[in-house]
């Protein structure tokens, strides 16, 4: 029983380590440098990677202890809870490697074997109403590696925290497994968007005599085998060059009432990869964007938009409208271009440096302005084309959404089976049963 088990502070059971304070003068922008994991980039049950800050590892002697380990738990100090939940998440082996910030706890069990179960145990609504309970401070709102470390649990036998372990290792093991395949076919359809519509290949191929690699003949035969002038260069014979604001409806006009409620969409919950969201929850309409399916948002605003938070709508129910941050720009393609084309130019490197360079005011507030981004100049395709386009990728758009819901359903189990099964309402066969329902 639960109540046999020993209480215990959890400084019985693990070691504490915060972290380092790098000076932001020492940040540096190779790509092959350290990443450094800050509270910012702690979500509630992951670690992201949003806006990353880097360290040279030429600089990093003397430093070996704080780099993190997959398995590590850690948990935001300053900041520790938002309404999405508590700051806590496990380092995969993904995420390494990294060097730990100062105000973030990395958390250790004294066995390798436990690092699961102290996630587990960490994600529990007690650990997280405690930490609510001893946060302290207004402006920033932090909490004390003391304060973490006087927290009490039942110490469940060696048995059960294996099996919580377990069960942890392969939630988290098929949650990764999905996102990897996401970021596998999030490639494939930038490849696909940049072969066709930037380099051309398919119309090369044919002016050479060729067969277009990878294509159907009946498809290559869509395209043409000749190029003629643009303002751009050569563009594919029959194609025409478009400016943004006719080629795409910018900001359209959507119905919604002020008072209404409908699903909204914050931009914290906006990735910087990937078209999926993180959360949607229904609230009045108040001022905001508003959009459909099918429209791509492209954030406004620095840093966001250097970030690359850009979201594709396919998260509504039929003749649904949501909206959400006042710092979205809402994209979406005209006929014959169908809707992810929307997502995949948004994400095209030329187009965000466009973006980006069109930003004005004040430092730290700068915005796209939508005139300057209207003009950016886009090819359109023949119509046939266009539609061949959308049967190739919408199967990965639609693949990649279904990842993400399965994935989400994971996480949500993950979060919700642990803590009781941690807390000894929950049987460890009821929870086992649980994971071959869903072939776990």
């Not at 959890?10 to 070691?15: A, E, G, I, T």
């Not at 594919?236 to 699903?263: D, F, H, Q, V």
């Not at 979201?311 to 014959?336: C, H, I, M, N």
Request: net charge neutral.
């Amino acid at each position: 029983m639960c109540s046999e088990w020993p209480l215990i502070p959890l400084r019985d059971f693990v070691d504490l380590l915060a972290g380092f304070a790098f000076k932001s003068t020492g940040y540096s922008d190779g790509q092959d440098d350290v990443r450094l994991l800050r509270g910012d980039n702690i979500a509630p049950g992951r670690v992201r990677w949003d806006g990353v800050k880097r360290w040279s590892r030429e600089n990093a002697v003397g430093l070996e202890r704080y780099a993190l380990e997959p398995g590590d738990v850690v948990l935001a100090m300053d900041r520790p809870w938002i309404p999405a939940g508590l700051k806590v998440a496990q380092v995969q082996a993904a995420d390494t490697p990294s060097y730990l910030v100062q105000r973030v706890a990395r958390i250790r069990p004294a066995s390798r074997e436990d690092c699961s179960f102290l996630f587990a145990l960490l994600s529990t609504p007690e650990f997280e109403s405690y930490i609510q309970n001893v946060t302290t401070g207004t402006a920033v709102p932090h909490i004390s590696a003391k304060q973490i470390l006087d927290f009490e649990f039942r110490l469940p036998p060696a048995y059960v925290r294996a099996k919580v372990g377990e069960i942890v290792a392969a939630l988290n093991e098929r949650i990764t497994l999905l996102r990897e395949t996401n970021t596998t076919l999030e490639a494939i359809a930038q490849a696909l968007f940049k072969s066709w519509f930037v380099d051309f290949d398919p119309v090369h191929a044919r002016a050479r005599g060729e067969q277009p690699a990878g294509l159907a003949p009946e498809v290559a035969a869509l395209f043409p085998d000749s190029f003629e002038e643009s303002a751009l260069g050569m563009i594919p014979r029959g194609w025409s060059l478009s400016p943004l604001s006719e080629a795409y409806e910018i900001n359209p006009t959507r119905k919604l009432k002020k008072g209404e409620m409908a699903p909204y969409l914050d931009m914290a919950s906006v990735a910087t990869s990937g078209h999926t969201v993180a959360e949607v929850a229904d609230r009045e309409m108040g001022s905001g964007t508003k959009f459909i399916n099918g429209d791509t948002l492209l954030a406004r605003i620095t840093p966001c938009l250097e970030n690359g938070k850009t979201a594709f709508v396919d998260f509504l129910a039929q003749e649904q409208t949501g909206w959400g941050s006042t710092e979205f720009v809402v994209l979406r393609p005209k006929a014959p271009l169908p809707t992810y084309h929307g997502y995949l130019l948004a994400r095209h490197p030329a187009f965000r440096e466009h973006a980006i360079q069109s930003m004005s005011g004040t430092s730290g507030r700068q915005r796209v302005q939508n005139d300057v981004l209207g003009r950016y100049l886009v090819t359109v395709p023949s119509e046939k084309v266009a539609m061949a386009f959308n049967d190739v990728i919408s199967p990965l758009q639609q693949k990649s959404t279904e990842n993400h819901r399965q994935a989400q359903t994971l996480a949500n189990l993950r979060d919700t089976l642990l803590p009781r099964l941690i807390s000894g309402q929950l049987r460890l066969p009821d929870a086992e049963q649980q994971l071959k329902d869903l072939a776990v």
